[in-house]
Structure formats: C-alpha cells, structure tokens
C-alpha cells in the first residue's frame, strides 16, 4: 500500500492540472457564495439560514472536484497508463484504495480553503446586507455548533462527491462520459424535488437525492423541518459514494484494462 | 490515402462541397454506436422524466387538516368571454329593474392574511397587511352566479379606485388610499346595456372613469356592495397565503325600481378550498340604515399561474430536458474530444484543410442531430405531461397549439444549440471533462440556484446565463391585474421566450468562435 500511494502520490503531483483544479475549486466555490450573498437581502417576514446561504458555492465546487476526480482515473486509460500502473502494481483494488485516499486528502485540502473563503465572505457582506445582530442574525463564527457543523460537513460533501466521482470513473473509464453521469445524479435530483408538488414524493427525493441528503449538512435552523436530518444525510451520501467505488472496483477486477 | 487524394484533387476542381464534407462528418457520427444510442436514450429520458415529474405533481388540499383533503381541484368559472376567472367575493345585494343609480361611500378599507379554513378556527394570524389588489366597492352584476358579467367601482388596497368590467376590462380613477380622513365616494349608473363608473372624494363633484358596454343585459341585474381580498405573497415566495379584508360603507343610495328593498349576504363563489370559507352571517353587518361593515376573500379577476389550484406543464418538461441535455452535451463533446484522443482529428484535417469549414460541418451535424432527438422527446414529453397532470387532478390554464408547439420546437432548438454550445468547448478545451463540466455548470447549475434560492433574488441568472434559454418552455399567462407569484418556480421567466433562446446563442456564438479561431491557430 505504502508504495501505491508513493506511486499515486508522484502522479497526481506533477500533474500540473491538480492544482490548477484545486485552486478554482476555491475561487469558484468562494466567488459564488459571494455573489450569491451580495444579491440577497434581508427580509422582516421569514428565516434566512444565513450560514447555509454563505456556503452556496459548494454547489459549484462539487463540479470542479468531481473533474479532479474523474481525471485521477480516466487519464489512466485515455493515456494507456493503467496498463503500466497495473503492471507495476497487479492488486488492482489497492491501486484503487490509494488514489481513493490521495484523493481524500487533495478534497479535504481544496475543501477547507474553500469553506474558509467562504465563512469570511460571509463575515464581510452579510451585515451589509442587513443580516445584523439587530436582526437577529450573529456574525458568521465557528465557535456556533451548527456552523461549524455545516462549516466542516461541507469539507466532507466534497470529499464524499469526489469519491462518489471516482467511483463512477473507474466503472465507465471515459472522462466525459463518468462526468456527464456524475453531474446528471448530482444536479437532477433538487430540480425533480422542487416540481413535484406531493409532498410524500418530494421528501423522498430529498431524501434519496446525493445532493439534496449530503447538503442537509448546511442546514443550521428548523433541524425539523428537514426531509433528513444533517448527518443521515450525509450518511446517505455516503452511501452512493460507497456503491460506486464498490461498483468501481468489481469492475476494476473483474475487467482487462 | 485514396480519400486524402480525392478529396484534394476535386477541390483543385471547384468541388469541394460542403455537402461532402457534411456527409463525411455524418458517416462518423453515425457509425460511432454508442452515440446514435445515446440521441435515442436523449429522447427517451426526456419523456420519461417528463412523466415521472408530471406523476408526483398532483393537486392535493387540506384546508383544514387532513381529513378536509381533496384530490381534484375546484370548478374554474369562465367569464363573459370564455377565459378562465377567479370570481369569488361577499357580495350584500338585492335586484333592481330597469335603469338605476346605485352610490355608496367607501371610509376604511384594511386587510390581513390568514391561514386557509374557515376564519374563527384558532389559527395564526399574521400581522395585517392589505394586499395590492383588495377591492371594495358597488357592482351591478347579471347575476350571482360564477363567471358571470358584471361592471364595478371599487377602492383598492395600493392602486386607488379603479372601474373594472368582465374580469378583464380596467380603468383608473382617483388614487391614493382610502381612509376616514379621505373616503371615496363611488357610483354606477345603468341605462339599459350600458354601464357608466364615477367617483367622487365629496359627494358632490363627480368625475366619470369609464363605461362599460353589455349585451342583452336583462331588465333584473343584482345591484350591491362588495368586498374580496386576493393571497398575499410574502416577498421571496413562490406561494401565496389566504387574506381577508374588510371595508365600511355609508351613504349607500339606489335610485331606481328596487323589488323588496332588502340586502342579502352571499359568499359568491365560496369553496374551502384556498379562500377561507367566510361565515355569511358574520361577515356583513348592516349598522344603519345605509351603512355596512364587509368582510370578504377572494378575487375578481382573470385566472393566471402562480395560485396553489393550477398545474404547470411547464415545470415536468423542464426536467424532463435536463438529463437529455446532459447527455446531448457529454454526445456532442465526444464527437469531437474522441478525435483528439484517436488521433483522428489529423486525418480528418489532412482530408479537408480548411478548417473553419470541418467544425462548421461538425457543428451542423450535431447541433441538426440534437434537434431531431430533442424534437421526438419534448413532443412525446407535452403529450404525456398533459396527460398526466389532468388526471391528478391538476388545473391546467388553456394553452394555445402555437404555444405547444413553440415550447416543443423551442427546446428542440435550446437542446441543439446546446450541443453546439458543447461541440465548441469541446474544440476549444480538447479535453472531454472540462468541456462536460462547463456546459453542465453554465446549463444547469443557475437553475438550481433559481429553485433554491428565495424567489426573485436570483431572476438576474435567468436573464444572463445560457439558461435563460429555457425561458421557451414558458407557457403561463400573467395579469396586471394580479399580483401573483411570477417566479421562475411558478413557470415565469424573466425574458421573453425567443430573447431568453438569444441569450443562449449568444453564448453559444462566442463560443463558436473562440473555438474556431482556436483551432485554426493550433496545431493538431
């Protein structure tokens, strides 16, 4: 295992895309929470969540993650790679396992810049926007339990959507294809949620959705009023990244390269 | 080599057609399985989830909890005209024959919220607000039956007094708000089929507002007071909340051939379904001998989108496209990434060195493939979304088969310009995901952030993103005569349909190109 990750470590290093994807995952993910919190404003009837709001870029971020993700696995095949890695390294599904874990740690390094940005952004332009204690919104501040929860939770989605990604990559192997699927579970489901007006259907889908479970994280007021409560939900992320990586790696297995 | 060879030879002749070179990019485009499956699979998975929408859009409402729950929505009155209408008022009149002068005074007019069920129920009341478009005033009405002809002078909560006709017919008079230091006076006349509104701030002075013309206006018309209070929409939802309102007359006169001179209370057009059902006794009260306290809820006005009642096709077709978008885009990015994987790109360029001429011929091949996919999808997709949401008991406003087939040609066109939007990055990137991602992102994501985000915050996205295209799909009329929730959640986009499409070809044109100039500067 030590020298997969060696191996899988040198890789991703010396691509000069890894931290060309990292860097916008930040700006991306911080530039869109910004805007987004500069176009909002306060409203005297009805609740903003306002560290929920702060962190809005996520939506963003997980896209550019998930390209970090997908490239790990399929530049291995675009280029014939997986056949020398393979060759250096026959248990395939530690070769998988190693790339899984480098991968964690790039998301998570990506992630706290990310969410950092963010917070402070947050900070910054909320009181402007009327979000003041006088309102009854604090300054954004880590100290808050729910804060930090949707602060480190958001860390985590990305972690978890970027598995989820690989794992989907290393099922199909195409870099197009594996992104257009990855996007296609990530986005479909809050869409699908928000027009379908049953009430038992579209708590389900909240419920089962990748994005719409995993970001339950964020939520920091009415815990009740959610389809899914913050950890559960990230528990059902979880478990689409799992089933894909498993997926993933019986066919990593089971395939010729 | 033998094509390379052809291929030079006929354009030192004059025949190098753009037809062959159409052809040649076709028989790769076609030849490649996995992508004729997929314009299939595009064209499929927009009707399905057109379908799997539409079935868990259902009309369910529980008034009053959820014994009181129905599952088919309430009878929708058509006016004078054949249009849908709401028609739904308190309504303290008696009949008058013949031709008569009604006049009454209007000196308070207020309002406030409430939750739906019948008013009385302990239930959370909210602070008091008078929506925009409460009317109290006097009608002369054919009869009290819903959808029926009808001329009125009223006050309203922010658009001064106004004489409305036929739900559909508006006029102004004087503004300002009504209250005890400034009433309004108001009067209808009628002389025969014609129907004449004034308004006065004394009593004395009168101006007229307009007139309204009738047909075979019978002889016995109901004449009287009412009062009706449309939802209220907090600011940044895409749903309305009940409201009530109640006005206080005085100086209430007829001049005319009145059968019994006595008033009767009647909820027009009561259901419990949205507007609370008002408890006839208690909501008129007669204090003199001609002065009233009215309270009433509900609207007289055209029927638009918006309200709790009405389905959206539009909404189901929406995301019905979004997964065939994605695939349409990941089909359009392959069809010229793979070249640059395989190699391909410098065979194809050997045999056609213009190349300017190769990605025009590309792009027509996918963007016409895309249309024909997103054609059969969204034709199948209005069909059957129609379908479905009738038979949950959805209300669907009227839509027109110019309309229908706008919204079905206009996404085919979105879904190929798409595709082209795709083809382009792909050229410009030559890497599959970046250009996968893009699309994806400048696509979809804003309308997430539309959905998600409090409603109208982020309408700017819908005006400057390629996803304003999607502004083609919209089908729902809108009133100036409602203040409805126009949001993009409710099926109102900020743009016209064709100007949204624009938005999207803009981008797409950039895009173009950049992607041209690209490939004719790089090398392969």
Known sequence: MREALHAEWTKLRTLASTSWLLLSTAILTVGMSAAVVAASSYQPFGYQDTPKLSLTGIDIGQAVVSILAVLMMSNEYSTGMIRTTLTAAPRR????????????????????????????????????????????????????????????????????????SLGVTTAIRDSATAIGVVLGFLYLFPLLAQVVTDPAWHRHLEQIGPMTAGLAIQATTDLRSLPISPWAGLGVLALWAGAALATGGILLRLRDA | MTTGIIAHRSEAVGHDGFAQLLWAEWTKFRTVRGSVIALGAAALVIALLSFVSASGDRFSFCPTGRSSCTSRHPAVPTGPGGEPVTDSFMFVHQPLVGNGVVTARVTSLSGRPVGGGPIG?????????????????????????????????????????????????????????????????LRLTRIGDIITGYDSTDGS????????????????????????????????????????????????????????????GDAIGASATFYPLLSTASSWHRLARNAFTITGSGDIAPRVGGSVFNGDMGGSILIGAIPGLIVLIVVATLFVTSEYRRGLIRITLTASPRRGRVFAAKALVVGSAAFAAGLVGTALAVVIVHHVLIANGNYLLPVSRLTEARVIVGTALLLAVAAVLALALGTAFRRGAAAVVTAIVLLV?????????????SNWLMRLTPTAAFAVQGTQPSSPLV????????GYYPLAPWAGLAVLCGYAAIALASATWLLRRRDV
């Open chain 1, 93 to 164: 599904l530690v070769v998988l396992a190693a790339k899984a874990t480098l991968l964690t740690g790039a998301a998570v390094a990506g992630g706290i810049v990310a969410v950092s940005g963010c917070l402070v952004a947050g900070r910054l332009i909320l009181p402007s926007k009327g979000f003041t204690v006088a309102h009854g919104y604090p300054l954004l501040s880590l100290a808050h339990g729910a804060t930090l929860r949707a602060a480190g939770g958001s860390v985590l989605y990305l972690v978890l959507v970027s598995l989820f």
């Open chain 2, 121 to 185: 129920a302990p239930r959370a009341t909210m602070q008091p607000v008078l929506v925009p478009w409460a009317k109290a005033g006097i009608m002369v009405e054919r009869d009290t039956s819903q959808g029926a002809a009808y001329a009125a002078v009223m006050v309203t909560g922010t658009h001064g007094v106004r004489m409305q006709y036929d739900y559909t017919h508006d006029a102004p008079g004087l503004p300002g708000a009504v209250a005890m230091s400034s009433p309004r006076w």
């Open chain 2, 445 to 457: 994501l804003p309308l997430i952030l539309v959905y998600t985000l409090p409603a109208g915050e």
């Open chain 2, 205 to 264: 002075h009168w101006s007229k507002i307009g007139t309204a013309r009738f047909r075979d206006l019978p002889s016995a018309v109901q004449i009287g007071l009412f009062v009706t209070s449309p939802a209220y929409i907090p600011s940044g939802s895409n749903i309305g909340n009940p409201s009530v309102a109640t006005a206080s007359f005085d100086e209430v006169s007829v001049r005319g051939d009145l059968l019994t001179n006595s008033w009767t």
């Open chain 2, 483 to 490: 203040a409805s929730a126009y949001t993009v959640k409710n």
